[in-house]
């Protein structure tokens, strides 16, 4: 029996084949989705759900579109690409930190006292600020006094400025070449993370010159991001301790600290600045220069001069930290070299650090910050908003992303689904009407028409196969 009705359905193969709904598992817009379709709208719930809620429809798609391969590449799309894109999720992280842990001490870097500090330094009142001595003793003086003069001249009260960096780059060492005085703790071996996260330094100027006198400058040296403990990986507790140190300060320059005698980006150094980028969102490159330390190299690789050694190697990072929405649409990061040691050369008519490329490093580098701050008004605020979390941060669009998804199934799809069920409904009947009047002819007993649900059936089996 069923052979004799799967020639006849194999007769009318060009006909589409009518799906009955009443035996069929129907989704919420009765069925008959194409693939793009679906993939169109789920890729719009997944941008606005939760990893959890994702996966959960993934499976729910799945069941109702009841094919394996389709199930499957949604439910890996869905997780792969979308949950790639929202990145891990701030609860997720292991913090390394106690929270409320005294940073300093002194017990000024508590949560409320760190907000309170940022308000505070904002409304201009200091907050354990010590003269800032070294500024005599750098060779670099009248130099880096002149350009923040322009600093101060600009309205600026306070200097902010933000290390950022793996752990060995120099961060410290940069904060203490800046100070001319060692002020923070440099280490040259790292078998362990720091103990802590931020450590803050507020130096005010004295020079009896009223151009720039009180104009304060404020360091924040952060550590390592990398956790060395954990084999060398992101260290997002870390990262979330930093971010709520600096929750509410207004950053003005952010230094992210790498080394020049380097010659490739590895999949850790993307890793942090994915995190950098992930914690503290995209706009903190916007404030960043991009600092190399060991710059007074001894030798480059040959074939190469130290131009186009440096070119590449920040070309290289400029390359993996994002800019900008587009490629061509990002402005270059500005990128400074630094040399630390004391065996730096030294310009032997000025005392200034000089580098092989003979410019003098240290003035070049406070020239590039007050740039940036000159530039851009607005300093950086952390805010915990800015994380970039697609799926917390359009969570506002679900109940418009549904109302469209159901107003396009109801208004759009489902009309054209039904009129195309009637049209194939109608060639059926014409074909079935046909092949009647063919057997009348031949004087042979009507054809049998198998009912719409044994139609379905056979139709399942012809797609098994
Ligand atoms: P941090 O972990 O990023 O704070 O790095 P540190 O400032 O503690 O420096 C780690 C090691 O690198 C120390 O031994 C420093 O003396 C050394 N160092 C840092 N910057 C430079 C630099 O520009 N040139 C050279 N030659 N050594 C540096
Ligand atoms: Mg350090």
Known sequence: MFNSQWQCLSVRADAARPKPPEVRPTCCFDGGFSSTTMVYMFAMLAVVLGRATRAALSLFIFKINGSVGHGAYLVLLNLRVFGKMAGPRREDYSYAYADGEDIEGDGQQDDGAQQAEGAELDAGVADDVQPWTGLTLLPEKSDVTEL?????????????????????????????????????????????????????????????DPEIDGLRIKLIDTCGLEDPEAGDTVNWGALSKIAEDIRGV????????????????????????????????????????????????????????????????????????????????????????????????????????????????????????????????????????????????????????????????????????????????????????????????????????????????????????
């Open 148 to 208: 923040l003069k322009d600093v101060h001249k600009a309205g600026h009260k306070q200097l902010t400025v933000l290390l950022l960096g793996k752990s060995g780059v120099g961060k410290s060492s940069l904060v203490n070449s800046l100070l001319g005085e060692p002020v923070v703790r440099v280490q040259a071996f790292k078998l362990q993370a720091d103990a802590e996260a931020t450590m803050t330094i507020v130096r005010h100027i004295s020079v009896g």
């Open 250 to 465: 207004s950053i003005d320059v952010v230094l992210y600290v790498d080394r020049l005698d380097l010659y490739r980006v590895d999949p850790l150094d993307k890793a942090i600045i994915a995190a950098v980028t992930h914690t503290f969102g995209r706009q903190i490159w916007c404030r960043t220069i991009l600092a190399l330390t060991h710059s007074a190299l001894m030798q480059v690789p040959p074939g190469t001069s130290y131009d186009s050694f440096v070119d590449g190697r920040i070309r290289l990072l400029r390359g993996v930290i994002p800019r900008g929405p587009l490629p061509f649409l990002r402005s270059p990061l500005p990128a400074v070299l630094v040399e630390n040691s004391e065996t730096c050369p030294i310009n032997k008519d000025n005392g200034h650090r000089m580098l092989p490329d003979d410019t003098e490093w240290l003035v070049g580098m406070v020239s590039e910050v007050v740039d940036l701050v000159l530039a851009r008004r607005q300093a950086y605020k952390y805010n915990p908003r800015m994380t970039s979390k697609p799926s917390q941060r359009f969570r506002w669009l679900l109940p418009l992303v549904i109302a469209a998804e159901i107003f396009f199934g109801r208004r759009l799809l489902r009309p054209a689904l039904l009129a195309n069920r009637h049209r194939v409904e109608a060639v059926e009947d014409a074909v079935w009407s046909l092949r009647w009047q063919q057997r009348n002819v031949l004087g042979l007993h009507p054809p049998h028409r198998p009912s719409k649900e044994a139609a379905w059936r056979l139709e399942q089996m012809y797609d098994d196969d």
